[in-house]
């Protein structure tokens, strides 16, 4: 496809649990952020990563949190011991570099539900 | 944190222009001004960008003041598919680190038939 794909659209899981969402950019681009978006607010920042690597995680809210990008292309958000109050939406977005004058493409997000 | 301040919520008829302020008074010189919306339950969507010169595209226009502290996005003859939130995003131009767009909680554009 053309755009940001994400994969699921839907997850529910149980608190304690593991669970991994997938994020498939625009191809070519170089460029991969992940964001969680909870009711009622704006996204929040997650991580981001140029090529392989991380280049800012500062908006992991704690070591239960971790993504990779092992090829430079498709990306994976970890969570562990999942807790309620990660419940949201978590967006992936891509761009075809990292300097400012460039456009992120948004993906349409997964809705995480903790039950 | 976001270094944007805008309206919570706005009104606009169908098929007359709407228009957003923005404001960034904190604004760095390498700092782009960027527009995306977000139409309930799918990810944001790109609208536009500038630094220092207006632009326009087949979207909508930006207008940044000269001192570059506020702007305005206009969307010319506004349909009821143009309700949505609208954030207005200050992000540097360099290709460093800081490279993230930081969103606030926008304005929710309520555009009535």
């Known amino acids: 496809g053309a755009g940001v794909s994400q994969t699921p659209s839907n997850k529910v899981t149980e608190k304690g649990k593991y669970v991994e969402l997938r994020c498939d950019p625009i191809s070519g681009h170089t460029a991969l952020y992940w964001y969680r978006q909870s009711l009622g607010q704006g996204p929040e920042f997650l991580i981001y990563f140029q090529g392989t690597g991380a280049a800012d995680d500062s908006g992991l809210p704690n070591d239960r949190f971790f993504a990779v990008r092992p090829e430079g292309s498709v990306s994976t958000l970890k969570i562990q011991r999942t807790e309620r109050g990660d419940s949201a939406v978590y967006l992936c977005a891509s761009s075809i570099g990292s300097w400012g004058g460039t456009e992120a493409f948004f993906g349409q997000g997964t809705r995480l539900t903790v039950v | 944190d976001a270094k944007t301040t805008q309206p919570p919520s706005m009104d606009c008829a169908e098929g007359r222009a709407a228009n957003l302020p923005c404001n960034h008074s904190?604004?760095?010189?390498?700092?782009?001004v960027y527009w995306y919306r977000q139409i309930h339950s799918q990810g944001p969507q790109y609208i536009i960008h500038?630094?220092?010169n207006n632009e326009t595209n087949e979207m909508a226009s930006l207008i940044i003041t000269e001192d570059r502290k506020s702007s305005t996005l206009i969307l010319p003859h506004a349909t009821l598919r143009d309700t949505a939130v609208y954030y207005c995003?200050?992000?540097?131009?360099?290709?460093?680190?800081?490279?993230?767009?930081?969103f606030g909680t926008g304005t929710l554009l309520a555009v009535q038939p």
């Open positions: 995003i200050v992000r540097v131009a360099d290709g460093g680190a800081t490279n993230k767009l930081i």
């Open positions: 500038g630094l220092k």
């Open positions: 904190t604004i760095s010189g390498n700092e782009y």
